[in-house]
């Protein structure tokens, strides 16, 4: 069997990753949505174990420093964190995991397991994803000016990644996510060990 792939997502607040890392999960077997740890404060129909793990600083704080984290970020005031226990378990047990997490966690991952498929996901252009916030509803002008801030300082990171999609139909961005896991699956690094076993060779 082989072991579990690590698909990093990343994209600028309001770009829509986490509603096309969800719904690939709902459409791609054997692949799994990583649920990151955060002390933000829950947003209206977010479920603490579904949406996100909502723990308080103290909680957080102490998995920091016991090393639980294979990344984790301050993000507009909030910290986010992945636990490593979680990619170690779906690796071990064949499961693909897709994690959608800012630049700065996808830089932590990269070099500390210097592993993993990174995808970057774009808005079509800034006015786009202006609109894409401010409908949201659920944030003041002075933080969706900061976001728009941080969103350029991020496309600048771009290039680190292995893959770009352009979330402009959401229909279209999720094809192309699944295609680019189709493919990584196809690897011949991958597939080639069980080849050679089935045929002798």
Do not use: M
């Given at each position: 069997m082989r072991k579990g792939l690590i698909f990093v997502v990343s994209a600028p607040s309001g770009?829509?990753?986490?509603?096309l890392c969800k719904q690939v999960v709902e459409l791609?077997?054997?692949?799994?949505?990583?649920?990151?740890?955060?002390t933000r404060t829950p947003r209206v129909n977010e479920i603490d174990g579904v949406d996100y793990h909502f723990v308080s600083e103290d909680i957080f704080v102490k998995m920091v420093?016991?090393?639980?984290?294979?990344?984790?970020?301050i993000v507009h005031g909030?910290?986010?964190?992945?636990?490593?226990?979680?990619?170690?378990?779906?690796?071990?047990?064949?499961?693909?995991?897709?994690?959608?997490?800012?630049?700065?966690?996808?830089?932590?991952i990269r070099q500390?397991?210097?592993?993993?498929?990174?995808i970057f996901v774009l808005p079509p252009d800034p006015e786009e994803l202006e609109k894409r916030l401010r409908g949201r509803g659920t944030e003041g002008n002075e933080l969706i000016k900061a976001r728009l801030l941080n969103a350029r300082e991020e496309i600048g990171r771009i290039v680190n990644y292995d893959y770009i999609i352009v979330n402009d139909l959401f229909e279209d961005a999720v094809?192309?996510?699944?295609?680019?896991?189709?493919?990584?699956?196809?690897?011949?690094?991958?597939i080639?060990?069980?080849?050679?076993?089935?045929?002798?060779?």
């Open positions: 770009a829509g990753k986490t509603s791609l077997p054997g692949i799994r949505h990583s649920i990151s740890y955060t420093e016991r090393d639980g984290f294979v990344e984790w970020a909030n910290k986010y964190g992945t636990a490593e226990e979680t990619l170690r378990r779906y690796e071990a047990e064949g499961i693909d995991v897709i994690l959608d997490i800012d630049v700065q966690g996808a830089g932590q500390k397991l210097n592993q993993g498929v990174y094809e192309r996510l699944k295609s680019v896991i189709a493919a990584e699956r196809c690897r011949r690094e991958l080639l060990p069980q080849i050679k076993e089935d045929w002798g060779i």
